[in-house]
């Protein structure tokens, strides 16, 4: 089974500070993907990041980046100099690979609520 | 935004109806996925269409089933409506059904059952 945790229920910052959401994992599969997607208000959820398990590479976008280390299963992301803009959930998901019943769904951790204060 | 559509908005039914929800898919997509969404909680996938054909499902009765059309669009059933289906249902579409592919959501339809 696959699972998805993220510990921090919410987050609350000023505008500016940095902000890190953390996310473990679990799964039995070899290859398979992580997700970040965030969710303001109005509901709809957006696609930050795709990465696959075989690809270790940490990543940076703007003002955004994550952290992959396999070896401690975890998927964190970075936001630096936070906006109010940023106020939203945010969640981690995880799809496995190309096996199997279920192995098309993803899976999401309960999300993380940021609230970047002005 | 993705261009991926949902319809309707808002619904309210009543306990023991039957709704259907629908969802367009981003063009060049050929699958869709549907999730359910408890308030404070990560969305829960149902299920998943490639093709016209469901091939994947999550933990969900045989009282919530789909369709998926040759334009691939998609619907959402559910029958014998229950006060726990109150949730936001959310579509998603992708270019397949395969683990590498990213899933773009739509808005969502949140039902309310009384």
């Known amino acids: 089974a696959q699972k998805v945790t993220q510990a921090q229920t919410e987050i609350s910052v000023v505008e500016k500070e940095d902000v890190t959401l953390d996310c473990v994992y679990e799964t039995r599969d070899t290859t398979y993907y992580l997700f970040w997607y965030k969710q303001p208000p109005s509901g709809e959820l957006v696609f930050l990041i795709r990465r696959n398990s075989f690809d270790e590479q940490n990543e940076i976008s703007g003002r955004y980046s994550w952290n992959f280390q396999k070896s401690t299963s975890s998927f964190n992301f970075t936001i630096t100099a936070s906006q109010v803009v940023d106020s939203a959930v945010y969640f981690c998901a995880l799809r496995g690979d190309y096996s199997g019943a279920g192995s098309y769904q993803l899976t999401f951790g309960k999300g993380t609520k940021l609230s970047v204060i002005p | 935004e993705t261009g991926v559509t949902q319809s309707p908005t808002h619904l309210i039914k009543t306990r023991g109806q039957q709704v259907t929800l629908r969802c367009s898919s981003q063009?060049?997509?050929?699958?869709v996925s549907w999730y359910q969404q408890a308030l404070g909680q990560g969305p829960q996938f149902i299920f998943q269409y490639y093709r016209e054909e469901e091939n994947g499902r999550g933990n969900f009765p045989p009282r919530f089933s789909g369709l998926q059309f040759p334009n691939y669009s998609s619907e959402l059933n559910v029958n014998a409506l229950e006060l726990d289906d109150s949730a936001l249902y959310l579509c998603a579409s992708s270019r397949g059904g395969g683990g590498g592919h990213e899933q773009y959501f739509g808005p969502g339809t949140r039902l309310t059952v009384t």
């Open positions: 063009s060049g997509h050929n699958t």
